[in-house]
């Protein structure tokens, strides 16, 4: 359509538009449909009060909520950096084949401690540099921020390691001595130890009294001596 | 109270102004709507909702003169209507091939009282009459009529000419035809 005079205003149009009842027709109730109008005009007011009230609440409930939240959130940070810094800081020592055994073999069960892959001299190093990282850990870390973050799994084996390390006792290393060195424990026997030894035995041997004594049989090197009394008869 | 004063009331939240307004264009409004929405009800119901989008968009009307304040009110009832007709699912119109370029005499349509004109386009079918509506009526071109109604500009020039015939067709019937150049 080729034609489109859309600015030809007809008298027809025209006509149209001023067109505001007709004849025959049963005239619409204005006041009705107008009351219909003004109660949704007012309810929505009414809406916008109540959606305003809920924005308030909101607010006020964020505001109350975000202290909480930061709290929480400065907690865990310190947690995670902390664990972050304890996981970092444990290297196993990579010198021998046995001593690449990851740190979660290390297992405690019951009262038997199992150390399958370490050497025995590699575990103490390694327990005796748990145990000093631990104290120097509780100086600059909160006991609590270390509760909080036992809600994640990787931390487990740590809490192992660092739970062994604690109830290992410290080693004390004594002093070699020859056994030489030491001397005859018989000798160094103390006093009251002979002085209970001092037994007498009497006994008789053809009407002769005679009598054993220990204390004086040590030092014959094993003779015994036997005294004998002489009755006077 | 002129129409400039009654908008500044109404935006400042006069109740009274509002009514005014009411009064003064709901009568046109509500049959604008009944050209577009045969059933009285629904026409009334989407008058309602135009009114009440004006009014809560009035803040951002700026009052050039009554003609422009009455196309607003108007662009805003029909918008109304067509979303009405949308949402029913109308507009599933066929394309023609050709759409014969049919013109109407408005010499004919000149002769009929407005109340007659309105009669004979509340008989058009539903897509005829949005078309015509459109098209005849407010002055919008095919390519707007397509993008508004969602169908293809063909279409529109296609249901714009058989609206036409049935239209003719129509005041036939009535006894009011052209005859070699002379309206009967």
């Known amino acids: 359509m080729s034609k489109e005079n859309l600015n030809n205003t007809s008298n027809w149009k025209a006509k149209l538009d001023a067109l505001d009842n007709l004849p025959g027709d049963t005239a619409y109730d204005k006041n009705d449909v107008w009351e219909k109008l003004h109660a949704r005009l007012g309810d929505n007011r009414r809406d916008t009060i109540k959606a305003w009230y809920w924005v308030a609440a909101a607010c006020i409930f964020f505001a109350l909520l975000i202290p909480l939240f930061y709290s929480d959130s400065n907690n865990h940070h310190a947690a995670n950096s902390a664990l972050n810094e304890h996981q970092s800081s444990i290297k196993i020592p990579s010198g021998d084949k046995d001593d690449k055994a990851p740190v979660t073999n290390l297992t405690v069960a019951g009262n038997e401690r199992k150390f399958p892959a370490a050497s025995s001299k590699t575990i103490t190093k390694m327990i005796h540099e748990n145990a000093k990282e631990n104290i120097r850990l509780s100086h600059t870390v909160s006991p609590t921020s270390l509760m909080t973050p036992t809600e994640s799994n990787f931390t487990a084996p740590l809490d192992t390691l660092s739970s062994l390390a604690n109830t290992q006792p410290e080693i004390k290393k004594l002093k070699v001595v020859h056994i030489n060195e030491l001397g005859d424990p018989v000798e160094t026997l103390p006093e009251i130890v002979k002085n209970s030894d001092k037994h007498a035995f009497q006994f008789k041997i053809a009407s002769q009294e005679t009598y054993i004594n220990p204390a004086t049989a040590s030092n014959t090197n094993g003779f015994t001596i036997l005294k004998i009394k002489t009755s006077q008869n | ?184």
């Open chain 2, 1 to 184: 109270m002129n129409l400039s004063e009654l908008i500044k009331e109404v935006k400042e939240g006069s109740n009274a102004a509002q009514k005014c307004l009411f009064d003064e264009f709901s009568g046109k409004l509500l049959f604008i709507c009944r050209r577009y929405v045969k059933s009285p009800e629904d026409a009334e119901e989407l008058m309602l909702n135009g009114f009440y989008k004006f009014f809560k968009t009035i803040g951002t009307f700026s009052y050039r003169g009554d003609a422009e304040l009455f196309g607003w009110i108007k662009k805003i009832m029909i918008n109304e209507c067509l979303m009405f007709l949308r949402k029913k699912n109308v507009f599933t119109l066929v394309s023609d091939a050709e759409a014969e370029n049919i013109s109407l005499d408005e010499d004919l349509l000149d002769r009929l009282s407005a109340a007659e004109i309105f009669n004979l386009i509340v008989q058009l079918p539903v897509g005829y009459r949005t078309v015509f509506n459109l098209y005849e009526i407010e002055g919008i071109p095919h390519k707007d009529i397509a993008a508004l109604l969602g169908i293809s500009e063909g279409t529109s020039k296609s249901q714009l000419s058989k609206s036409k015939i049935l239209l003719q067709k129509m005041l036939f019937k009535k006894g009011i035809h052209y005859v070699k150049g002379k309206s009967q």
